[in-house]
């Protein structure tokens, strides 16, 4: 890794941000209208208790199967990615997504739907091929304002999204935004067909071992390393919680603050907004200032009041308080994957994505059942009614996460205190101050 990035590998990250963008586009064109189509296919109004509490259920399941097939997925294709380059992941998710947004719109059942889920869910490796991108064109020192950056483009594309798929489902019916969303997912795919370069090159790939590259290997590739494990954990919870809103987001705001898919998409615009801002204009002087630990905590405890303040409001408009502190959340990520980058070398980088993958996958598989059945149990329990129960779980658990990555940093920064040879560096990276002999 030279010490500048060079023409085309800053030609590269600009590609790599378009496609995430487009990507998340299409990701974001969705989320008003598939809650409401699964409730459509299951039979129901959103005003009616039991018809949420049975589309939360399906919901649930659906959102088990895509993460069931991102957990085997995740990890070969990082480690495919490894051995043949991170452009044809991308291309493969982008036209693997299109198909899958194509056979939702001609979704006659849940059956149906479901086959639409599992391609989804196998092709969804953007995120992770894109995070190993990064790290391949960057040197440690600028990771966390790139991945800032690429927050950023998920961001824009989650601002954009909603609100267009709002408004398309409220005009053109519930299956028009998925016509829309794969429009833009093989718009995408051809566009890196064309433009995309390759980031990693040929003499840095390694060979592909399954026996590493399955989820259970690329598990212990995280937990049977102390620099990956503590962190890699808090990852892990801080992802779980995370799928509570896409889980229970629309479900609830619909019931709890009768909102119409147009409200919906703004709001989930809104969000996005605030995390773009957050990427934009804040992670690089507030890593500057705080350092990368540092920058963690902030996110993790910023993360655990949005939630909280989500679960409290009582009306649509307090709702939107949490947003400030949804912001500051947006600040962990591209804290956290700049201190687990450097930590591994650069042939491990798609491996160690593919494992954070496999790992927010195991949340995946958790989460949407674990916060639907939350919110259903206490929207229809009585006396027990708490609509945003799922929401403070979401925010005990980031709690949590919050306890274990600032144990993983307090051993890490003792360990560094102590243990250094003279003259010795610290890991790149990390917040600790460099010895001098």
């Known amino acids: 890794m030279t010490d500048e990035p060079n023409s ?22 969705i989320i008003p209208v598939l809650p409401k189509l699964i409730l459509s296919l299951t039979g129901g109004e959103a005003s009616d208790a039991a018809a949420i509490s049975r589309a939360s259920v399906a919901a649930g399941v659906l959102g088990v199967a895509w993460a069931f097939m991102q957990f085997i997925g995740s990890p070969i294709l990082g480690g495919l990615s490894d051995r043949f380059g991170r452009r044809p ?30 391609i989804s869910g196998v092709s969804a490796a953007s995120q992770s091929t894109a995070n ?13 304002q790139r991945f800032g950056m690429l927050g950023a483009a998920f961001g824009l594309g989650f601002i954009l999204g909603p609100a267009m ?37 040929k003499d840095r790939r390694v060979p592909f071992r399954l026996r590493q590259s399955n989820p259970l290997g690329a598990l212990r590739f995280l937990t049977g390393r102390p620099d990956l494990a503590g962190l890699s954990a808090a990852y892990f919870l801080n992802f779980l919680a995370h799928v509570a809103l896409p889980a229970t987001f629309v479900l609830y705001t619909s019931y709890r603050y009768h909102w119409n898919d147009e409200q919906v998409g703004a709001a989930l ?39 909280l303040l989500y679960g409290l409001a009582p009306t649509g408009w307090w709702f939107f308080a949490g947003l400030a502190f949804g912001a500051l959340w947006g600040i962990y990520t591209p804290a956290n994957q700049a201190l687990l980058t450097a930590r591994v070398s650069p042939e491990e980088q798609g491996r160690l994505q593919g494992a954070l993958g496999a790992a927010a996958s195991v949340g995946g598989l958790i989460g949407p059942l674990l916060f639907t059945q939350t919110f259903a149990f206490f929207v229809r329990k009585q006396p027990w009614h708490v609509p945003g129960a799922s929401f403070f779980l979401a925010s005990l658990l980031l709690v949590c996460a919050l306890l274990v990555a600032w144990r ?30």
């Open 269 to 307: 615009a809104a969000v996005g907004l605030a995390s773009m801002c957050t990427q934009l204009l804040l992670v690089k002087p507030l890593v500057a200032r705080l350092g990368e630990s540092n920058a963690v905590r902030l996110g993790l405890g910023c993360g655990a009041m949005t939630f």
């Open 89 to 118: 992941i991308v291309l493969f998710s982008n036209f693997g997504l299109a198909v899958s947004y194509v056979l939702a719109a001609l979704a006659p059942g849940l059956a149906w739907l479901l086959l639409a889920r599992l």
């Open 8 to 29: 085309k590998a800053r030609g590269g990250f600009a590609f790599i941000l378009v496609t995430v963008m487009l990507d998340m586009l299409a990701v974001g064109i």
């Open 165 to 201: 798929g709002g408004i398309v489902a409220h005009r053109f019916g519930a299956d028009a935004p998925f016509w829309l969303a794969g429009a833009f997912s093989f718009a995408n795919g051809l566009y890196g067909l064309f433009i995309l370069p390759e980031s990693l090159p």
């Open 132 to 144: 190993a991108y990064i790290a391949d064109v960057t040197p440690p020192e600028q990771r966390a």
């Open 408 to 437: 993983a940093l307090a051993r890490e920064a003792a360990r560094t205190h102590l243990a250094p040879a003279p003259g010795s560096a610290p890991v790149v990276g990390s917040d600790a101050p460099a010895t001098t002999g």
